[in-house]
């Protein structure tokens, strides 16, 4: 039995990361038969329609306080409506590969903003860490500017749309608990699909309906796999792995974005963005996983350790 459990948490977590991984790409292909707003918006509206579909069917309460009501909002926008059509205008203009590489950076800008709003300490390593991950972003951008303004814009827009996932997980952190993780997602996937249908509304003016069937397929499965199944996935994994097993997603997931727009896109990644990519990865290394061996302190004994 233990080895069955372990294999089904070793299954979860790559498929997280594989879908994770795979999204990046869904959508560079969906943007070829739908403007990003409606995308969104369809595609969030099936994610809600899935979510209440396995409140109902597995009976899971919907807190109904005040605080569960506002995080929902609020992480409607943050991990919602701004970052999701930041990046989908983003993918207008950049490779898939390389959105996903600039999102690497979120745990560093994660860890600046935790040390400002819960005092979280800056330890030496943190700093290179950071240091060395802000680097990437400047030889990813240099880059952009050395092929384009096109595509500098595509970096400027998928940066803005990380800083903005990255406050709404700072809000996640600070008020987003004690609710089941299937029902805290009702709420943001709700406000995603009315803010961002209103504003296609005003904008896209076009009608879904019209969507050829890949169009419509990548929707389906950004929806059900990339906004429902692998936030069910995490939250499992999260319940049987420690954090930083879990935090090598964080390498993963973009490694397999490039891999998959290259195979399946034919994306070209140039040296100078591999070596931005480089440093970002390095740097949340050193920044997140990466700790230097101590000597058990006074309170090991008692299994409690000291980390950075």
Known sequence: ?????????VAAYLGACLVWGSTWMAIKVGLRGAPPLTSIAVRMTIATVIVLAILRVGR???????????????????????????VYYGEQRIPSGLAAVLYAAMPLVVALIARAVFGDRLTPRKI????????????IFSDSLHVGPHEAVGVVIVTLSMLAATVGSIITKRWAY????VASLLIPFAVGAV?????ALAVDRVNPLHFDATTWLT??????????????????????LEVTVVSYQTFIIPVLAVLLGRVVLGE???????????????????ATVYRNPRRPRAGAARGNRQTD
């Open 1 to 9: 039995m233990l080895q069955f459990n372990r294999g089904r948490v």
């Open 60 to 86: 899971i309460p919907l807190p109904r306080d005040r605080r569960f009501v506002a995080v929902g909002i609020a992480l409607g926008f943050f991990h919602i409506v701004l970052p999701y059509t930041l």
């Open 128 to 139: 290179v860490g950071i240091v060395a991950g802000m680097a990437g972003v400047a030889v």
């Open 178 to 181: 004690g609710y089941h993780p």
């Open 195 to 199: 803010v961002t249908g209103v504003m």
């Open 219 to 240: 929707i389906v499965y950004l929806a059900a796999a990339g906004s429902v199944t692998a936030f069910a996935l995490f939250f499992y994994v999260m319940q049987h």
């Open 268 to 286: 070209q990644i140039s040296l100078r963005v591999a070596a931005g990519a480089g440093l970002i990865l390095a740097g949340v290394s050193l």
